[in-house]
């Protein structure tokens, strides 16, 4: 089991930006790839960005790349979503995921969360 706590949403006019960070305890960090998740009002979640258990992969979906950057500190058991240029599109509730894994380099696709955070909001005004 790991638990997940997110932090840093808040509001930012449009052009701005803002870091999310994830706080894990539980089980070994390094276990877990991770990843970001989106939800807009009565949508599904949906991933925005993933990185695996050594951070050397990382994927983004389509609407975020060149704006976003996954990163993690295994020592720190924290991952971190820098979000550049935001959007109001962007405006959502973001979720911090993760799950095991065996493979220490490997992103799936499709990613299959096992644990969520409670979620952070991030509003985005034009």
């Known amino acids: 089991q790991v638990q997940l706590v997110e932090s840093g949403g808040g509001l930012v006019q449009a052009g701005g930006s803002l870091r999310l960070s994830c706080a894990a305890s539980g089980r070994a960090f390094s276990d877990y790839a991770m990843g970001w998740f989106r939800q807009y009002p009565g949508k599904e979640r949906e991933s925005v960005a993933l990185i695996s258990r050594s951070g050397t992969r990382t994927y983004y979906t389509d609407s975020v790349k060149g704006r976003f950057t996954i990163s993690r500190d295994n020592a720190k058991n924290t991952v971190y979503l820098q979000m550049n240029s935001l959007n109001p599109e962007d405006t959502a509730v973001y979720y911090c995921?993760?799950?095991?894994?065996?493979?220490?380099?490997?992103?799936?696709?499709?990613?299959?969360?096992?644990?969520w955070g409670q979620g952070t909001q991030v509003t985005v005004s034009s």
């Open positions: 995921a993760a799950r095991t894994l065996i493979d220490t380099a490997t992103i799936p696709l499709p990613f299959r969360p096992q644990f």
